[in-house]
């Protein structure tokens, strides 16, 4: 199984700030997934982090608000850009540990004031 | 219709006794199913996946695909105060082997002494 460490593990931010939240792999990884998941609710998928090519955003996510990273195989990151009080979520990386399966990182809990 | 529905919860079941997670969803092409498993505050944990339809066991838990009906459960036996948590189902849409998840809202499991 893939392990996945993300920094930081939590943040208490300003509206109107923005975050920028690491996501490391032990291992290469041609995709890594960035979600949402905000309080009391399940998953939501923000983007996929292709490494050499832009993130492919899902309906209702947009870079100028979610920009993301992939420089290596093993690394992403993921800006949470001028915040907003519903920006407050666990922001959650995953990437794949082989065929069918996903793993997850121990999350990001963001809450803005 | 939602892509991946659950049912609704929360569901309470005496330890020892089966626990019954049921799960829907709308795609005839997905291809890959997922039980995660999430305690409070933390990210979700991959208990089973399974692709073929039929019966897939692992200790205690044991996943059920039928893709003619679009349903997939997770039975938990023996259930143990340890089990309870939030249960989600994922779901790959398409076809490959590494592409992203689609979480219904999950069930609230409780088992208690």
């Known amino acids: 199984s893939a392990v996945i460490s993300q920094k930081p593990s939590r943040d208490i931010c300003q509206r109107g700030t923005s975050l920028t939240i690491q996501c490391q792999v032990d291992?290469?990884?041609?995709?890594m997934f960035w979600y949402r998941q905000q309080p009391g609710q399940s998953l939501t998928l923000i983007a996929t982090?292709?490494?050499?090519?832009?993130?492919?955003?899902e309906s209702g996510f947009v870079i100028d608000k979610f920009p993301i990273s992939r420089p290596n195989l093993t690394f992403s990151t993921l800006t949470v850009s001028n915040m907003s009080p519903e920006d407050s979520s666990i922001y959650l990386c995953?990437?794949?540990?082989?065929?069918?399966?996903?793993?997850f990182g121990p999350g990001t809990r963001l809450t803005v004031l | 219709q939602k892509e991946v529905e659950q049912n609704s919860g929360p569901l309470s079941v005496p330890e020892g006794a089966i626990a019954s997670l049921n799960c829907t969803y709308s795609?005839?092409?997905?291809?890959?199913f997922f039980w995660y498993r999430q305690y409070s505050g933390k990210s979700p944990e991959l208990i089973m996946f399974?692709?073929?339809?039929g019966d897939k066991e692992d200790g205690r838990f044991t996943a059920q695909l039928n893709k003619a009906s679009q349903y997939v459960s997770l039975l938990i036996r023996d259930s143990q105060p340890s089990d309870s948590a939030t249960y989600l189902c994922?779901?790959?849409?398409?076809?490959?082997?590494?592409?992203?998840?689609?979480f219904g809202q999950g069930t609230i499991l409780t088992v208690h002494p």
């Open positions: 994922a779901v790959r849409l398409g076809g490959t082997s590494y592409g992203k998840l689609t």
């Open positions: 291992s290469q990884v041609t995709m």
């Open positions: 399974i692709y073929s339809n």
């Open positions: 795609d005839r092409g997905s291809q890959s």
């Open positions: 982090a292709n490494q050499g090519s832009e993130a492919t955003y």
């Open positions: 995953s990437s794949p540990g082989g065929a069918h399966t996903q793993y």
